[in-house]
């Protein structure tokens, strides 16, 4: 499972007085608990390129809800995709992309009858694929029309949340809520912002997610993850210079791991990135993220 989990013995290295530094210092008490910081790495793309992750080091392949868990389509379609996800080398762990753009979760419009009827498929099919993670992105559905009050939207998009969590969790799915840059869309640009929509729902299977690509554009720093780790369950990276595979541009993402390190976050990290060459930049991104690791972790 994602997210922050309760230290065990062994884990907690520090003891009551790195708890009181912690605490001291502003930061929650959990965040005194010092894991091993070793995120399984996925990649965004088909199922066609899993081969290639799998020998690039990589643990899972993120894919698209429509392409893979096809709602849209009947049970033979999705037959077939489980049927050929099944022949793959690394399993398909999280989906992103989940809401088409006539379903909308706020404004006037906003449909979340809808929404809870085609969560249900997607849910449930994810429990079948061994999906564990539905990323919460879909721009579009989530726009705040003109004129439309902001404290209003919030209220709509808590109440969703409401609405998804107990489906999540009745198949074992956890929902993350990923914020994006104001170029996407123009609401729930920063994580600390959909921290707040996060806690407000107050569902387990409602949770939260930070892509560094965005908290780079949005110039969001890693307190934001400090802050807000008990939440963090998903997290995806790609360079903020044309949202490119880690290592094209061999931007540092050291203080950013830093932060998810000392909140002991233990779920996955996927590149969601523009690929030009993915034969050649997924085994870089790979190479890439894990020698910022190595250095970190060295430096302590």
Not at 117 to 134: D, H, K, L, M, N
Not at 149 to 160: D, F, G, H, N, P
Not at 209 to 231: C, R, W, Y
Request: some cysteine; proline content about 7%; glycine content about 8%.
């Amino acid at each position: 499972m994602g997210g922050a989990p309760r230290a065990s013995r062994r884990s907690f290295l520090y003891g009551a007085g790195a708890t009181a530094a912690a605490v001291a210092a502003g930061l929650p008490a959990w965040a005194a608990v010092r894991r091993p910081f070793a995120p399984l790495l996925g990649a965004w793309t088909s199922l066609d390129n899993c081969g290639l992750l799998a020998s690039a080091g990589y643990g899972f392949v993120e894919e698209e809800v429509d392409r893979f868990l096809v709602p849209g389509r009947d049970e033979a379609a999705f037959e077939r995709n489980l049927a050929a996800a099944a022949r793959q080398p690394v399993p398909v762990l999280s989906c992103v992309r989940f809401l088409p753009p006539e379903l909308q979760s706020i404004g006037p419009d906003a449909n979340h009858d809808g929404i809870a009827a085609f969560s249900e498929i997607v849910f449930r099919r994810a429990r079948r694929a061994g999906v564990r993670y539905i990323v919460f992105g879909s721009p579009r559905s989530r726009k705040v029309p003109d004129g439309f009050s902001r404290e209003a939207a919030k209220a709509q998009l808590v109440a969703l949340g409401r609405i998804l969590g107990p489906i999540a969790q009745a198949n074992d799915v956890i929902m993350v809520l990923e914020p994006l840059n104001q170029s996407e869309t123009n609401f729930i640009n920063r994580v600390s912002e959909g921290a707040e929509i996060v806690r407000a729902a107050g569902h387990p299977h409602f949770r939260l997610m930070a892509d560094l690509f965005h908290m780079k554009t949005e110039d969001e720093g890693p307190q934001s993850i400090l802050a807000n780790g008990d939440l963090l369950h998903h997290a995806q990276i790609a360079e903020k210079q044309g949202r490119r595979a880690p290592g094209v541009s061999n931007e540092d993402f050291i203080p950013y791991f830093k932060a998810l390190w000392d909140v002991g976050y233990a779920g996955p990290l996927s590149v969601e990135c523009i690929w030009s060459d993915v034969q050649t930049e997924a085994p870089l991104a790979s190479r890439t993220i894990s020698g910022q690791i190595a250095r970190m972790v060295k430096a302590g």
